[in-house]
């Protein structure tokens, strides 16, 4: 190294790219807001733009949007929406609203009623819906159901299901 070019160009490197800023490895997330005369929902930016505006939303269950947030919409009911607001899934509703995420997934049902789950973190489906029974994950398995009807006692339901069996996070018997 006892060319002073090649050191003033390697100097000139270093500098150059130390004061560049750091490029985000994703978008910031997005923060809700609630309008309290109805309730409606927006979400804004950190810089304070509104990115979603009030109107389209009237309930949300996620106040850091970062890349899925459950949204409900009068007459549509409850869905998971990414970013540019495509439906992802419908979760399963339970105890009076979107089911809650439980080891990182969520439990959704499609237009038939079976239930399936969906990573909390990205929305994907991870496990698409074939139970008509599905609880929620503990100790990295569920237990779910086939062949299932639903059994009412008062206020409370159950599930009664003739096959019943534990899946991983893929959905392999286990």
Same mark, same amino acid.
């Given at each position: 190294?006892?060319? +002073?070019?090649? @050191?003033?160009?390697?100097?000139?490197?270093? #500098?150059? !790219?130390?004061?560049?800023?750091?490029? +985000? !490895?994703?978008?910031?997330? @997005?923060?809700?807001?609630?309008?309290? &005369? /109805?309730?409606?929902?927006?979400?804004?930016? %950190?810089?304070? /733009?509104? #990115? #979603?505006?009030?109107?389209?939303?009237?309930?949300?269950? !996620?106040?850091?949007?970062?890349? =899925? %947030? $459950?949204?409900?919409?009068?007459?549509?009911?409850?869905?998971? $929406?990414? *970013?540019?607001? *495509?439906? @992802?899934?419908?979760?399963?509703?339970?105890?009076?609203?979107?089911?809650?995420?439980?080891?990182?997934?969520? *439990? $959704?049902?499609?237009?038939?009623?079976?239930?399936?789950? %969906?990573?909390?973190?990205?929305?994907?489906?991870? =496990?698409? +819906?074939?139970?008509?029974? &599905?609880? +929620?994950?503990?100790?990295? *398995?569920?237990?779910?159901?086939?062949?299932?009807?639903?059994?009412?006692?008062?206020?409370?339901?159950?599930?009664?299901? %003739?096959?019943?069996?534990? #899946?991983?996070?893929?959905?392999?018997?286990?």
């Amino acid at each position: 190294m006892s060319n +002073p070019v090649l @050191l003033l160009l390697l100097l000139k490197w270093l #500098i150059s !790219t130390a004061c560049q800023p750091a490029k +985000p !490895t994703a978008e910031a997330p @997005l923060r809700l807001v609630r309008r309290p &005369a /109805d309730g409606a929902c927006a979400y804004v930016s %950190a810089a304070g /733009d509104t #990115i #979603i505006p009030f109107g389209r939303y009237d309930g949300s269950v !996620t106040a850091r949007f970062a890349a =899925v %947030a $459950i949204v409900r919409r009068a007459g549509r009911g409850w869905v998971g $929406i990414d *970013r540019h607001e *495509r439906v @992802l899934f419908r979760p399963y509703l339970f105890d009076n609203g979107p089911d809650y995420p439980a080891e990182g997934l969520l *439990r $959704i049902v499609n237009g038939a009623g079976l239930l399936g789950y %969906a990573d909390a973190a990205t929305g994907r489906v991870v =496990v698409p +819906p074939p139970y008509e029974a &599905a609880f +929620p994950f503990a100790h990295g *398995r569920a237990r779910v159901g086939r062949r299932c009807r639903l059994r009412r006692a008062g206020e409370h339901t159950a599930w009664e299901c %003739a096959q019943w069996q534990y #899946i991983d996070r893929r959905g392999a018997a286990r």
